[in-house]
């Protein structure tokens, strides 16, 4: 992945705050982006996420804080900003009696400049669908012509919220090679995701967001890192076998195993950080056969930023 550019950031905002009555949906965020770098905002549904990127987009106003966007701030020549941004919105209507290469040539004309429409096609490898009916499309194609009617005025700063979101995993890694090619051509990219394996593999750098604020921010080899434990093994126990006080008898025998860093429980799961998995799994195994327990499902994983947000928050995203 090519290094962002320096200099004057593509996106700047301090301080941002949005209530909606007694709920503050955004609680002081700040955030930069640089130029060139693709820049992920990572958390679950309702962390704020949305209504963060459509204040940034000036779609929404903010109830205090400052936003500037490619250098310039929304409320002066907001026609000549938006001709700089592409915006992809977490749902897209489309008129379905337009054909792919027609619904491409609609928003390509509200552009002064940009790629011609059979480009884009190529990029987004819809070609074989041209003069299909937006109506028959499959949902990742669908989701790939939303994401080239955003590319198709040729922008500075792409805005993407959700993009894969109800995609199979084909469609998705579709989507992330055009991602890719815009990233590769010194495009700059704001992401929302609640997938952390996307933002791994296309963030230089995210922000875990969690009631509104960010809780964790950096490059996410970093803040993987941070965790102080390369593999995660995760198990589950009998049923009765981890009720309470056991629970926190099992917890602290656990913690004491030889290279584990964290112990964590969610329900009947259990969850432990650990740098070197030939040393930890014999342990872990010479303890469940002394104290009479057999372990329900074990498997092992290398940590990621689902594990950075289940050690910030003892949630984990699928559970939020």
């Known amino acids: 992945m090519p290094l962002p550019a320096t200099g004057r950031p593509a996106l700047n905002c301090t301080g941002l705050v949005k209530r909606y009555g007694d709920l503050t ?175 791994q593999v296309l963030c230089d750098r995210v922000a875990i967001v969690d009631g509104g604020r960010i809780i964790a921010q950096g490059a996410p080899r970093e803040l993987i890192a941070s965790l102080g434990a390369a593999h995660v093994i995760e198990f589950g126990l009998p049923s009765g076998q981890d009720a309470e006080p056991d629970a926190r008898e099992i917890a602290a025998r656990l913690a004491a195993l030889p290279g584990v860093r964290d112990v964590d429980r969610a329900g009947d799961r259990w969850q432990l950080g650990a740098e070197d998995l030939q040393e930890t799994l014999p342990a872990l195994m010479r303890f469940a056969e002394e104290a009479g327990i057999a372990l329900v499902s074990v498997t092992t994983h290398a940590a990621t930023l689902e594990d950075v947000f289940v050690s910030l928050t003892g949630r984990r995203l699928r559970d939020v």
């Open 25 to 199: 949906a955004v609680d002081g965020l700040d955030l930069t982006v640089r130029r060139g770098e693709c820049f992920g905002l990572l958390g679950p549904n309702g962390a704020g996420k949305t209504t963060t990127i459509e204040i940034l987009e000036g779609l929404l106003a903010p109830d205090a804080g400052a936003v500037e966007v490619l250098g310039s701030r929304w409320g002066a020549d907001d026609d000549a900003l938006r001709r700089r941004l592409g915006i992809h919105l977490q749902e897209t209507q489309f008129d379905e009696r337009l054909s792919v290469a027609e619904t491409l040539g609609l928003f390509r004309s509200f552009y002064r400049g940009g790629p011609p429409v059979a480009d884009v096609l190529e990029t987004l490898g819809l070609q074989a669908k041209a003069g299909t009916w937006v109506g028959q499309l499959s949902g990742g194609q669908r989701q790939r012509l939303a994401v080239g009617c955003a590319l198709v005025g040729d922008p500075e700063l792409l805005f993407l919220d959700e993009p894969t979101t109800g995609l199979d995993p084909q469609s998705r890694r579709q989507l992330w090679s055009v991602l890719q090619r815009f990233r590769a051509a010194d495009g700059s990219i704001l992401l929302t995701t609640h997938y952390m394996d996307e933002a």
